[in-house]
């Protein structure tokens, strides 16, 4: 199918564990996005990238590494996930000025 | 930097107009976005503006005021289901990423 989607859609995990939030996109849009949305607030970007192998810090890029090796994966890993991280994350893709959007992959830290 | 702000909330009754501002403060951009966001679900794209001026597509219409450094979201005959949050954004020119406003609730009562 094509559009964006997210794995897994929900996940929790203890603090200290490594976890890795992946997303796929079919439409080869160059730009892809990773931001998290903590409850009842908006959306702060964590990392982007520009094109496979290009990749750059957003606001909030401390605890989170990325990699893009092919144009179509954008995945995001968790070091040492703490509860800080607790949060809903959104992936996105760009070819122009819209966004698309990631159904959501909802983590909770215990 | 880009900063962009917009009321925290607004209500409105069924069948009303609501207008949501968005000020923002950046030096030069692509153009102003608009995107939906229901509660537990994911952003989807409104409208886009390039150019000052009113852009209409359907109930919603975005308005851009470059030399105002202002833009809105007009909904007309509001709906139940326009309760939702909504967020403005720009995409800086020096930048391959956009700037997110903190975001709008709209409360449609009946």
């Known amino acids: 199918d094509a559009g964006i989607t997210q794995s897994p859609r929900y996940k929790i995990t203890e603090t200290g564990r490594q976890v890795t939030l992946m997303c796929h996109q079919t439409w080869s849009h160059s730009y892809m996005f990773w931001y998290r949305q903590d409850l009842g607030h908006g959306l702060r970007l964590i990392y982007y990238s520009a094109a496979a192998d290009i990749t750059d810090k957003g606001e909030v890029p401390d605890g989170y590494v990325v990699s893009r090796s092919k144009t179509e994966n954008f995945p995001l890993t968790l070091e040492s996930a703490t509860r800080s991280q607790t949060s809903v994350y959104f992936c996105?893709?760009?070819?122009?000025?819209?966004?698309?959007f990631g159904p959501g992959t909802r983590l909770t830290v215990t | 930097g880009q900063s962009l702000e917009q009321p925290s909330e607004v209500t409105a009754v069924e069948g009303a107009i609501v207008q949501i501002n968005c000020t923002y403060q950046t030096s030069g951009f692509y153009g102003l976005s608009w995107y939906q966001q229901h509660d537990g679900g994911a952003p989807t794209f409104l409208s886009y503006?390039?150019?000052?001026g009113l852009e209409e597509t359907g109930r919603f219409s975005s308005f851009l005021s470059r030399s105002d450094s202002y833009g809105y979201l007009l909904l007309q005959e509001l709906q139940m289901k326009d309760s939702a949050s909504y967020f403005c954004a720009v995409r800086p020119f020096n930048a391959g990423k956009s700037t997110f406003g903190d975001g709008t609730t709209l409360t449609v009562k009946p």
């Open positions: 996105a893709s760009s070819d122009q000025y819209e966004q698309y």
């Open positions: 503006n390039a150019l000052d």
